[in-house]
């Protein structure tokens, strides 16, 4: 087997489905290009993978959202890999397709005993745990979720399990116009009206033109206000960044506002479509 692309054996370790080895190797060339094989060559530093996936047991006490739990145990879990919309509380508005993901959520696993599966990271900064969560019959809750179009994509690395699964179903759903891919709240909007009703998750359309690189991040820039930026960290996830330039280009995700210049960080490919 030959030098796989990082995320290659991203997905494939991740997924712990594909390797045949329970070692490959990470090296590292001078310009700081990493690549992985499960070939040892000098100077290449082994990692073990492990060859099971850790889960456990839990019963749920609340559902807070479309994506949010508490267990009896009284520690909060975010579901990994997906994004809801967000619910009326106190701190923020509701959105539209929040109460229906919420409600199906607390149909589906309200009091019940579910399984909590762990990716790369257990715990976010909240001191939430991070998971998958399945039901004793196997049903995968966050799959389900992205199937009926309750909820989109939201891939963070390192946490990529399951990826190219979440993405088939999420593809699914936007095709049969399920959920929020039927509501006028989401359809894509230029780029160009980004400032109007730019709040939570959403969808523009715009043509990148021009490539700008820093030392933290690289950017694809749509104007002298407008960017999408991607940490350096994750560029191997991506293919070549000029891949994106001069096309129709659909950006997802949330965007941030300093003084007049609007910006959206992107984490995983799955959130830039080709148009």
């Given at each position: ?229 991607i940490d350096n960290n994750h560029l191997s996830l991506f293919p070549p960044l ?34």
């Amino acid at each position: 087997m030959k030098i796989f692309s990082r995320l290659l054996i991203t997905f494939i370790c991740l997924n712990l489905t594909a390797c045949s080895a329970n070692t490959i190797y990470r090296s590292q060339d001078a310009r700081g290009s990493v690549t992985y094989s499960d070939i040892p060559t000098p100077g290449a530093k082994p990692i073990r993978l492990s060859t099971s996936t850790q889960r456990s047991s839990h019963q749920v006490a609340k559902v807070l959202d479309g994506d949010t739990l508490v267990l009896k145990t009284g520690e909060r879990v975010r579901l990994l890999g997906v994004n809801a919309p967000e619910i009326q509380s106190r701190h923020r508005d509701g959105e539209p397709g929040g109460m229906a993901a919420k409600a199906w959520l607390q149909h589906k696993i309200g009091g019940r005993r579910v399984h909590l599966e762990y990716d790369q990271e257990k715990q976010d900064r909240y001191n939430r745990l991070l998971a998958h969560l399945y039901l004793p019959n196997g049903e995968h809750v966050n799959l389900t979720l992205l199937e009926k179009g309750l909820a989109v994509v939201n891939l963070l690395p390192p946490n990529l399990r399951h990826a190219d699964a979440m993405i088939r179903a999420q593809q699914r759903a936007e095709k049969q116009q399920l959920g929020i891919w039927s509501l006028s709240d989401y359809t894509p909007r230029p780029l160009a009206k980004i400032s109007q009703k730019s709040r939570g998750w959403q969808r523009f359309l715009g043509t990148a033109t021009s490539l700008k690189r820093t030392k933290r991040y690289s950017r694809l820039i749509f104007n002298d206000k407008i960017d999408i930026r991607i940490d350096n960290n994750h560029l191997s996830l991506f293919p070549p960044l000029e891949t994106y330039l001069h096309k129709p280009l659909e950006v997802r995700g949330w965007v941030s506002r300093r003084n007049d210049h609007y910006s959206i960080q992107i984490h995983h490919p799955s959130a830039l479509v080709l148009r």
